[in-house]
Every structure is written in structure tokens, then in C-alpha cells.
């Protein structure tokens, strides 16, 4: 079996209660498998439940739905780097389509959080993706190429060691809609020609996000191109996404 990655987003939900809940179950219904990895990016307030509640295991990493790129200050609301890797976080998201269209981040500001995680020694996840209008107008390739290099911009071959790229079609995020498999594909041979422009010299994953579930999960993941996934629905149930990481292995 190929190396897997498989990321659950629980975006705002998951108490630290219900976290623990959820480790003790899923932790339960799964074992660790050699190549598959999995990472937990709960809500800041859950961050230190989860990773005290799944510690045990090393195939199991915690992240920050988002970071900012400056280490203390007056940014009421916001989750430093120092913050999240004290509380137990190894990597970040960056630039999720709900932090680009809901809250108006820029690539220029994707960047500096990818920089400021990579600087710090964490693992980056920069999250790409083109709005339906885009699709429809033939722009995806353009959209997403923009966004990585502009999330990538002064990154160097030894901090792309520590990037995860998640190419995740802002139509499809929570909708039920996702791309085929031979779209995403596509989609992904053009974002993986990118990173060896901008320097990758070894194979940054890229993983595919939205409306993944069990019954699409094993097609996209069949793909080459595809390293592995970001979930969020179907990361909510403990045995649901025990089953989905369990293509893995
Ligand atoms: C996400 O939150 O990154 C995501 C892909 O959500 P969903 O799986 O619910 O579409």
C-alpha cells in the first residue's frame, strides 16, 4: 500500500468532551498502519483534549485550523503558532476556502502563515481551490497554480519537506458536489508540475477535499495523483472515519 494521508477538519464543532469521546471510540475501532497517516485539526479549543487524548498513538497528529504568521501581539481571537504547538499542534491549515471566502484572507497573507509554520519547524497544509464561476470559466488551473505559488512564495526545497498541499474545489466543500476522480487527478498532475517548478524536490503530498465519503472515498484515492484526503462532514463520526482511513490499510 502507498502512503496515505488522511486529515479530518472538524472546522466549529467537537468539544473537548466530545473529543475525548470520539478518541476513545475511534482509537478502538483502528490501529496504526504502516505509510497511512492521520491527522485531527479541531477547533483551538479542542486542540490540547486531542492531543492529549489520541498522544498515545504515532501515527496521529494534531493541527490548527489556522495560524497567524505573528508570534504574540494584540490579535484578540487569533491562535499564534507558539499557542497551537503548546497546546499539542505539529501543523497548520492554511488558507482553508472557508478562511478565503468567509473571512477574506489573501494569498498574500496564505504565505506568511506557510512561512511563519515552516520557520517554526511545523508541517504547513495550504488548502487551494477555485469557486464555481472560476470552473465555469475555465480558470481552475489558473486559480489554484495562483494560489500555491503565492502560499509558496520564499519557501525552499527543505521547507517544501514540510508542505502538504489540499486542492479543494470551493463548490464542492460541504455540498454533497465533488469532483470525479479523473478531474481531481487532473487537477493535481497540474499542481504537482507546479511544485516541482517551484523547487519540490521530493513528492509533496497533495490531497483531494470536499464532500469526501465512504462511498467516494476509494475511487479518488485509487488515482495516483491523489495522496490521500481532507474530510470534514465525514470526519465527524468516529466509526464513519474509521471505516473511510481504513482504505488506507
Ligand atoms: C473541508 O472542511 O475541508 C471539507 C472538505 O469539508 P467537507 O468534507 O464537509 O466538504
Redesign the pocket.
Known sequence: MRPLLFAA?W?MQVTPGETRRFAEQFLGATAPVDGRSLWFFPSAVSMASAADAFGGRADIQIGAQDVHWEPKGAFTGATSIPLARGAGASGALVG?SERRHVFGETDVETGRKVRALLDAGLTAFLCVGEKLEEREAGETEAVVLRQLRAGLAGVAAEGMRRVVVAY?PVW???TGRNATAEDAARVHAALRAELSNLGATDRVPVLY????NLGNARGLLAQPEIDGV?????SLDPDGWAEIVGIGG
Request: aromatic residues 0%; hydrophobic residues 40%; charged residues 10%.
Open positions: 477538519n472546522k482553508h479543494e464542492a466543500i460541504g477535499g470536499g464532500s469526501v481532507l474530510v470534514g462532514g465525514a
